[in-house]
């Protein structure tokens, strides 16, 4: 019973989550059928980064040249 309960918790939890990013993914300024195709490391990923260019726009700053596309993704090079 306890086993049970403890596997309809976790599949509660795991729906919410799956609906939380559904509804993040449909708020990034993407054509619907992009944001629905998109996985869930995909949603974080473009979410962070079109936070970090709205605050840059927002703080009126130029935004920075890239040198390479994971440039704009804000992830760390390999030095």
Same mark, same amino acid.
């Given at each position: *019973?306890?086993?049970? /309960?403890?596997?309809? &918790?976790?599949?509660c939890r795991? =729906? ?6 559904y509804q @993040?993914?449909?708020? *990034?300024?993407?054509? /619907?059928?992009?944001? &629905?195709?998109?996985?869930?490391? =995909? ?7 079109? @936070? ?5 726009l927002a ?21």
């Amino acid at each position: *019973l306890r086993k049970e /309960r403890s596997r309809d &918790a976790a599949r509660c939890r795991r =729906s919410r989550e799956t609906e939380v990013f559904y509804q @993040l993914a449909h708020t *990034l300024p993407f054509a /619907r059928g992009v944001s &629905a195709h998109l996985d869930k490391a =995909s949603i974080m990923r473009l979410t962070i980064s079109y @936070l970090r260019v709205h605050r840059l726009l927002a703080a009126g700053e130029p935004l920075p040249r890239p040198q390479h596309p994971w440039d704009l993704l804000g992830t760390p090079k390999n030095t």
